[in-house]
């Protein structure tokens, strides 16, 4: 069984700073790629940033050169570090794993989400 846990939301003002981290544990070999995801009220889910197994990332244009997303393989734990926030950042950000490989076969995952809020 593998589980995601998420970490770092919460209530900031505009300008302001969060980091988000989110940790996957359980029976896993490898993650080629960690993800963040957000959803705000009535809007789909939309990818925020992902990054590979190999460092390679990737941002939505929404967030690029505010956001940064880095992991560490060995905890298995992908970041997320947001400055300059602003409030339409504010949603639901959700940590995803894909590609997960485990003892049963390989695997995406979600973690349950935590909220962020930036206040104007």
């Known amino acids: 069984q593998v589980q995601l846990v998420e970490s770092g939301g919460g209530l900031v003002q505009a300008g302001g700073s969060l980091r988000l981290s989110c940790a996957a544990s359980g029976s896993i070999f490898s993650i080629n790629v960690m993800g963040w995801y957000r959803q705000a009220p009535g809007k789909q889910r939309e990818l925020v940033a992902g990054?590979?197994?190999?460092?390679?990332?990737n941002y939505a244009d929404s967030v690029k050169g505010r956001f940064t997303i880095s992991r560490d393989n060995a905890k298995n734990t992908v970041y997320l570090q947001m400055n300059s926030l602003k409030p339409e950042d504010t949603a639901v950000y959700y940590c995803?794993?894909?590609?997960?490989?485990?003892?049963?076969?390989?695997?995406?995952?979600w973690g349950q989400g935590t909220q962020v809020t930036v206040s104007s």
């Open positions: 990054i590979a197994s190999g460092g390679s990332t």
């Open positions: 995803n794993a894909d590609q997960v490989v485990t003892s049963r076969g390989i695997y995406s995952y």
